[in-house]
């Protein structure tokens, strides 16, 4: 075994969690900062069957794949029910979360301080990279419905993904 657990230390295990549908150019910058910061992270995928999605979630779970392969310590899943208990069965203590505005961080900080209070999980907030403080995937998808540029906002094999996504509908 090489890495942290030979060496006798801890795992430095974070989530981040969504509905990435599909992921952005905000989403990954969290992704990688958070990657730089913790031995493994988990993108925690959530399925909600009650949301109208445009890409099922095994797209969504393949895209992510792809375009966080190159960190070498991301692994990606989805999960149905509380992320709690998602952290709980992967001995995972941090949720790592992007604010992109002060708009964010009532509804963040009362996730936050339920999810805390449910199962003393900490939530860890990263500032947005100004660059992507305005996205959303639901914004992402309306400029590329009506045929807008979003390649500065996603990486290509989103933007490929799409295009031939909306092309169909
Ligand atoms: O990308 P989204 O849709 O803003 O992500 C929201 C998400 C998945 C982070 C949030 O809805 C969530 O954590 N859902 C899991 C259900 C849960 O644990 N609810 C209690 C939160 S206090």
């Known amino acids: 075994m090489t890495g ?6 801890q795992v430095r295990r ?5 509905s990435f549908d599909p992921i952005h150019n905000g989403h990954l910058d969290i992704i990688a900062r958070a990657s730089s910061l913790y031995d493994e992270v988990y993108v925690a995928v ?3 069957r009650s949301k109208k999605s445009l890409f099922e979630i095994e797209e969504r779970i393949d895209l992510i794949r792809q375009v966080t392969a190159e960190y070498g310590n991301v692994r990606v899943e989805s999960f149905h029910g ?7 069965q992967r001995e995972i203590p941090a949720i790592v979360k992007g604010l992109r505005a002060v708009s964010d961080f009532d509804y963040e900080l009362q996730m ?3 999810n ?6 900490e ?3 990263i500032p947005t990279n100004p660059t ?8 992402v998808k309306e400029v590329a419905t009506w045929g807008g540029d979003i390649s500065h906002l996603v990486p290509p094999l989103v933007l490929e993904a799409l295009s031939g996504r909306l092309k169909k509908d």
Do not use: H, R, W
């Open 4 to 9: 942290p657990e030979s060496e006798g230390t």
């Open 14 to 18: 974070a989530v981040c969690p969504g």
């Open 46 to 48: 959530m399925i909600n």
């Open 82 to 88: 509380l992320l709690v208990d998602f952290c709980k």
């Open 112 to 114: 936050a301080q339920m």
């Open 116 to 121: 805390n209070g449910l199962s003393g999980v």
């Open 123 to 125: 939530t860890l907030f």
């Open 132 to 139: 992507y403080s305005f996205m959303s995937s639901s914004l």
